[in-house]
Structure formats: structure tokens, C-alpha cells
């Protein structure tokens, strides 16, 4: 009977596993949230370590809740730091090259060179000179509508003024004397004889012209294919023709406009004879001439030179070499 028992009696049969088993990865999610913790401690201390008192006042500040929120404003400029960097200046500077060339040492690019008083002074008299000339003119022109008996009868459609333009010569029809053939740029002998001694005198000025056509208000038939505008440039094309007879340089006439009706004498009477005239403008020089300036320029410099003694004997400014520019080179990139 023990014998029995002892046979029918289980084996348990123990297996030892060395090493560690798996505990998961909850270990590396703590070790990741250490490392960020120690990097934004970090992040800290160098913020603390480069902020100004100022800076660090106003973040104290922003955390204060007594303190007015600065982040409650609608600018930029109104935030933690109000507009200021954390860094100090000259902390971070690029290397990287501007595109466009930087100033010249001494100069401001936000400020424009000064204007010289004698510049301005030479070209006040360059002004007054030539508007003196103008008159001489106009005392010619005057003069010589007086000496004629035929011109003389015409000498009140004869206007002569100065304009901010320049010198402007008009003559004008009048009732029962037009200058020109009714709806025709043909125009009579004593128009081209008027003509012709305007000419004369003023091709010595030097000055550009400006001939000019006007016409009235009074239209065409309804239906014509002629109109104010075709006329009016005719009778300058023609006024021109004439001018060049006597010698007028051609170069010299900057430019031939039809006015039609859109520049009145008398606007408040459109339809007035008056209105139908030709306008010959000496034009002033600064309107004509782009080099108006370099001119005053050149003459403001010789005074100063008289003035101080100085020699224009200086030497050439150095050449600035292009920033931001790349060159071409075989197999590789050049920098400048």
C-alpha cells in the first residue's frame, strides 16, 4: 500500500531563467520628458543670463496680476518685451552678403545730399536772364508792329505775355478780320506777313517753340469727318511753314499741338471769335532742356572755384566693388 502511494505521488519540475524579464518602454517616455525638462531649464537660464533688467522687469510684469497685461495690445510692439530683442546687439550677425551695395562711409542712405545754396542762387539768375531776354523781345516784337502801317492795323490781335511757360505770342481773329480762310488752315497774306516778322525776331532767342492751334466752340455739320481738331493742327502745321520760311532753325520747334476748342482766351464766351487763334510759345529752357540742372551745376562750381581758390585737381574715387554679385567661372561658383 505505501508503495502505492509513493508511485501515484506528482514530480514537480522546477526551470530557473537567468536575467531580467520585460518590464515595457515607460522608461524612455520619463527619460524624454527629463531631457526636454533640461533643455527648457536650460533655454531658461540663458534667457535670465542675456535679459537686460529692462527685459526681465517687464516679464515680471506680464506674470504680475496686479500689473496692466502689455499682451492685451493690438501692436506687435506691445508684447513681453515690447519690441526689444533678448539678445544683446551684435549677439547674432549674418554672414550673409547684402544685394544691394552698402553706403558710402560718412553718407546716410536715408538722407538725400543737400542742396547747394549757390546752386540754387545760379539758377535763379540762369532764370531771370532768360526771362530778361524775353522781354527784349517782346519789345522787339512790339516795336516793329508799331514801325509797319499794315501790321499796325493789327496790333490788337496781336498778344504778347510772359507765362509760366515762357513768352507767349498769340494772334487772334477778330470779327470781320479773320487770319485765316473760314474752316480752312489757308490763311491770308497779312497773317503770313505777321508771321513772318515774329520769326524773324524771335529766331535769334535760343529757345524752343511751342506752336499751338485753337478754335472755338462752333462745331462742324453733324456728320463731317473734318472737325475742330484736324483744323486746329493745320493752321500750327501751317503757322509752322512760315516760321521755317524765314529761317527758323526746325530743330528747335519742340513740338505742333491742335488745341480745338479745349483751351479757351475768353471761357466764359466759347463761341467767341477771339478763341480762334494761334499761340507760339518761347518755351523756357528748364522745361526744354534735361541738362538744365548740370548746366546750373557747372557754373555753381566755377564761382565756388573763384571764390575759394581750390583746383578741380582731385583724384578719381576709388571703385566700389558690387555686393550681393556673382561671377561665372568654369566648374566652380566664384564669391566675391
Known amino acids: 500500500m505505501a508503495e502505492e502511494d509513493k508511485l501515484e505521488q506528482p514530480i514537480v519540475i ?35 543670463n542675456v535679459s537686460t533688467e529692462e527685459e ?6 506680464y506674470f504680475d496680476p496686479t500689473h496692466p497685461k502689455v499682451s492685451d495690445r493690438m501692436s506687435g510692439a506691445g508684447g513681453v518685451l515690447g519690441g526689444l530683442s533678448v539678445a544683446p546687439e551684435g549677439a547674432m550677425v549674418t554672414n550673409v552678403q547684402p544685394i544691394t551695395n552698402p553706403p558710402l562711409s560718412g553718407a546716410s542712405s536715408s538722407q538725400a545730399p543737400a542742396k547747394s545754396p549757390s546752386l540754387d542762387k545760379v539758377k535763379e539768375e540762369l532764370r531771370k536772364k532768360e526771362e530778361t531776354s524775353m522781354k527784349k523781345a517782346e519789345e522787339a516784337l512790339k516795336k516793329a508792329i508799331e514801325e509797319d502801317e499794315e501790321l499796325n492795323t493789327l496790333k490788337d490781335q496781336f498778344l504778347v505775355d510772359m507765362t509760366h511757360e515762357g513768352l507767349r505770342i498769340q494772334v487772334i481773329d477778330k470779327d470781320g478780320n479773320p487770319m485765316f480762310a473760314t474752316g480752312s488752315a489757308r490763311m491770308f497774306e497779312k497773317t503770313q506777313k505777321l508771321l513772318k516778322t515774329v520769326g524773324e525776331i524771335i529766331k535769334g532767342q535760343p529757345n524752343e517753340l511751342s506752336i ?36 527758323f ?7 505742333v499741338v491742335g488745341k480745338a476748342d479745349t483751351e479757351h482766351l475768353y471761357p466764359d464766351e466759347p463761341t467767341r ?28 562750381d566755377e564761382e565756388e572755384i573763384k571764390d575759394t581758390g581750390e583746383t578741380t ?24
Do not use: C, Q
Open 14 to 48: 522546477k526551470k530557473i531563467v537567468k536575467g531580467g524579464g520585460h518590464h515595457g518602454g515607460a522608461w524612455k517616455v520619463a527619460y524624454a520628458d527629463f531631457v526636454t525638462a533640461m533643455m527648457a531649464f536650460f533655454l531658461l537660464l540663458w534667457l535670465l
Open 56 to 61: 526681465l522687469n517687464a516679464i515680471s510684469n
Open 212 to 247: 499751338r492751334g485753337h478754335t472755338d466752340s462752333s462745331p462742324y455739320a453733324p456728320g463731317a469727318t473734318y472737325t475742330n481738331w484736324e483744323l486746329s493742327a493745320d493752321r500750327a502745321n501751317s503757322s509752322r511753314r512760315v516760321l521755317l520760311d524765314v529761317g
Open 249 to 255: 532753325p526746325p530743330e528747335r520747334i519742340n513740338n
Open 273 to 300: 471769335t477771339g478763341n480762334r487763334r494761334i499761340s507760339i510759345i518761347l518755351l523756357r529752357e528748364e522745361l526744354t532742356n534735361p541738362d538744365f540742372g548740370k548746366k546750373a551745376a557747372a557754373i555753381a
Open 313 to 336: 585737381d582731385t583724384p578719381p574715387a576709388p571703385k566700389i566693388p558690387k555686393i550681393g554679385t556673382f561671377k561665372k567661372s568654369s566648374g566652380a561658383v566664384e564669391f566675391p
